[in-house]
């Protein structure tokens, strides 16, 4: 049994139809996409519409939950301005969106269960099992780790929302992070040089006769293509994202 594990898109169609063209090489039983899919990209409805089409099961994440509500739920402390620039692109996300969509959107369930093959149990959600906004890193301390996931350590988990690809042990199963579609960025470099990654992040979790392996991979996609349909459709501060992408 293969599952594609998806997260972080972002409404960055062109990253996440790369990582489609690259899953039609592989036998895929099943896709999860694992939350943030929609918000703060230039093709939030376009987004929408291909996973539709996919008919995978959605984590909601916290930023689409945030562009529903508009209601920040997160401990960060956002600066006031950038905040603004937040709530801008919200506005013109949900310009983008008519009311199906966004009943789609609210359709985001908080975690995803699978019963797998061989008795193994999958748990996929965005941040933490219980909180959309809870981070778990590579560096998390280990008491603060194994108390967020011992209560589910019977199953293989997996978690989004701080676009790093990881796996780490708990007990005799392991959680991991697919890392990001659609936003993938080195978290060592410093604020000044800031840097989008041009490539789409994602894992394929097999199961095979008791044997249980995790790929993680990195597909290419066109950045030109993206800067065209930032500017195209209009997304308010598509410069500014651009930009991030470096020369090119």
Known sequence: MRIAVISDVHGNLIALDAVLDDLRREQIDQIVALGDMIQSGPQPAEVVQRLRELNCSVVMGNSDAWLLSGVETGSESIPE?????????????????????????????????????????????????????????????????????????????AGGHVHLPFVRRIRDRFFFNPGSIGVAYNHEQDEASFR?????????????????????????????????????????????????????
């Open 81 to 157: 301005e950038r905040l603004k620039k937040l709530h801008v692109v919200r506005e013109w996300s949900l310009a983008r969106l008519n009311q199906d969509d966004r009943s789609f959107i609210e359709s985001f369930t908080p975690t995803v269960h699978l019963a797998l093959t061989d008795g193994y149990q999958f748990l996929g959600f965005h941040g933490s099992p219980t909180d959309f906004d809870g981070f778990i890193f590579p560096h998390t301390p280990e008491a603060e780790f194994q108390s967020v996931l011992m209560p589910y350590a019977d199953h293989i988990l």
């Open 196 to 248: 989008l990654d041009p490539w789409a992040e994602y894992a394929i979790l097999n199961i095979d006769d008791d044997h249980l392996g995790l790929e993680f991979r990195r597909v290419p996609y066109d950045i030109r293509l993206l800067a065209r349909v930032y500017r195209e459709n209009g997304r308010p501060f598509a410069e500014d994202v651009i930009a991030q992408y470096g020369e090119f």
